[in-house]
């Protein structure tokens, strides 16, 4: 696959997983978790695959471009408050991913993409969950908990699809 294309299909990737995790957010499972945990992990899958082959200048670009689409779908699919808080958290956390993971490429080949994720998916619920449902009747602090723990574990269980797709490209 050339490189555009290949640059085109992790946008359109990043802007479904983000769009669909702020939808599913809306809708708790329990107080600890809500649907958007399962699908939101997914993102910095694609953003590590990008920067793993693209490199860094290439996965900021992506993470841009899905940041401004998803937002607008956002917005469409879930609330103003969801879009902004989803967007912002969004922004800070795959930069810093990007970052990461870059600093930490040319180490043991789960480092950068496992402790980028980890620390990404941190800064990322910590802003979201606070952002979009503080000083409402949502328990987001449980829910941000909960939901974090699921998106580490999602982080680990990608590591085996991302040791088999990585060193394609």
């Not at 693209?54 to 992506?62: F, T």
């Not at 449902?133 to 580490?152: H, N, Q, R, S």
Request: net charge positive; proline share 4%; charged share 15%.
């Amino acid at each position: 696959m050339n490189q555009q294309r290949g640059l085109a299909v992790m946008v359109v990737l990043m802007v479904l997983i983000v769009a669909s995790a702020n939808y599913l957010v809306q809708f708790p499972v329990s107080d600890w978790l809500t649907w958007g945990a399962l699908t939101y992990p997914v993102s910095y899958f694609v953003t590590d695959l990008t920067n793993r082959w693209y490199g860094p200048e290439r996965a900021r670009r992506v993470v841009y471009a899905g940041f401004v689409l998803a937002v607008i779908l956002s917005a469409w699919l879930a609330s103003p408050r969801i879009a902004v808080a989803s967007g912002t958290a969004f922004l800070v956390s795959q930069l810093m991913d990007v970052a990461i993971f870059d600093r930490m490429r040319q180490r043991r080949w789960w480092r950068a993409p496992l402790v980028s994720s980890v620390l990404g998916s941190l800064v990322d619920t910590a802003l979201f969950f606070f952002l979009a449902f503080y000083a409402t009747e949502m328990p987001w602090v449980t829910l941000a908990i909960g939901d974090y723990g699921v998106k580490v574990g999602i982080a680990v269980i990608l590591l085996v699809p991302y040791r088999m797709v990585a060193t394609r490209g």
